[in-house]
Nanobody, 117 residues
Framework: QVRLVESAGGLVQAGGSLRLSCASTGSDFSIKNMAWYRQIPGKQRELVASIRSTGSTSYADSVKGRFTISRGNARNTVYLQMNSLKPDDTAVYYC???????????WGQGTQVTVSS
């Protein structure tokens, strides 16, 4: 059974950095896309960054130049390096994965990131 395990988020001061990780386990299918989303209470979940199997990446305008998405050497882990954090980055961050040959969307459990001013 597919399972996504996210690292813990945390509390960081504005201007600081934090790295999130998400590991995919329990699947023999190749990973298609990996992404990070975030959600603030009362608002829709928004895409922060994504990385395709080809390695191409995309970012929300609000995080361009500050956040970097990458995949680990084992290809089953995705990272989100967050630099120059702002209070507006405070949210619950969710890992997302899709697989070749496997229908459905898979989500991590979510991890809280809080940026204090």
């Amino acid at each position: 059974q597919v399972r996504l395990v996210e690292s813990a988020g945390g509390l960081v001061q504005a201007g600081g950095s934090l790295r999130l990780s998400c590991a995919s386990t329990g699947s023999d299918f190749s990973i298609k896309n990996m992404a990070w989303y975030r959600q603030i209470p009362g608002k829709q979940r928004e895409l922060v960054a994504s990385i395709r199997s080809t390695g191409s990446t995309s970012y929300a305008d609000s995080v361009k130049g500050r956040f970097t998405i990458s995949r680990g050497n084992a290809r089953n882990t995705v990272y989100l390096q967050m630099n120059s954090l702002k209070p507006d980055d405070t949210a619950v961050y969710y890992c997302y994965v899709s697989y070749f040959g496997l229908s459905g969307d898979y989500w991590g459990q979510g991890t809280q990131v809080t940026v204090s001013s």
